[in-house]
């Protein structure tokens, strides 16, 4: 009789013992998933949740200025500075050559920056892909051309993102968490049986 209980409680300790391993193991499974950290605790999921929600950008410079650019779902926004005193440049005339189309900005004073609005050309640049931009600017006292890249990846970054999160989830580690348990109480039951 004592020693059916001394195997009753080994196959209880046994059941434990396998359910402890199998959960520690679903759990570190599952912290290797989205939302874990890296060497320095930073997010490791972070860079492709910003690429996915990022605003498709450029920049460009020369001697006399500087742009940069964003591209927002109904317009180009580009702000405008000279380049050494990277004082923002006021009313200056912006023409937007790209994928065959001329177009000229216009600066808004409340915005603080010039807006390309042509919804045809808007509308090609919010397709994913990249994109050659070249800006013909003059001010008064100065003219210049300036060539940028648009890359526009947030389309494609969504897809493979998409497809990724189908496989996140550790089944794997889930299935080894449940045998490891139905093992634990099939022998807790076999040993517990033997009163």
């Known amino acids: 009789m004592y020693i059916n209980y001394l195997l009753l409680l080994h196959g209880q300790r046994v059941m434990c013992v396998f359910f402890t391993a199998a959960l520690i193991l679903f759990l570190s499974s599952a912290s290797?998933?989205?939302?874990?950290?890296?060497?320095?605790?930073?997010?490791?999921?972070?860079?492709?949740?910003?690429?996915?929600s990022a605003i498709p950008k450029f920049e460009s410079f020369t001697e006399t200025f500087e742009v940069v650019g964003e591209l927002r779902d109904s317009k180009l926004v580009i702000y405008l500075h000279d380049f050494k005193s990277n004082s923002p440049v006021e009313n200056a005339s912006i023409e937007v050559d790209a994928m065959d189309q001329q177009v000229k900005a216009q600066f808004s004073k409340e915005a603080g920056a010039y807006l390309v609005t042509e919804p045809t050309l808007i509308e090609q640049l919010n397709q994913a892909g990249s994109y050659e931009l070249i800006l013909t600017v003059l001010s008064d006292d100065a003219g210049d051309l300036l060539v940028a890249n648009l890359t526009n990846n947030i389309l494609n970054h969504a897809v493979e993102s998409n497809k990724d999160h189908h496989h996140d989830f550790p089944w794997s580690s889930l299935l080894v968490a449940i045998v490891a348990f139905v093992f634990g109480v099939l022998v807790a039951r076999t040993f517990g049986g033997q009163k």
């Open 32 to 52: 290797a998933s989205p939302g874990a950290h890296g060497p320095n605790g930073e997010h490791l999921d972070t860079a492709e949740k910003a690429s996915i």
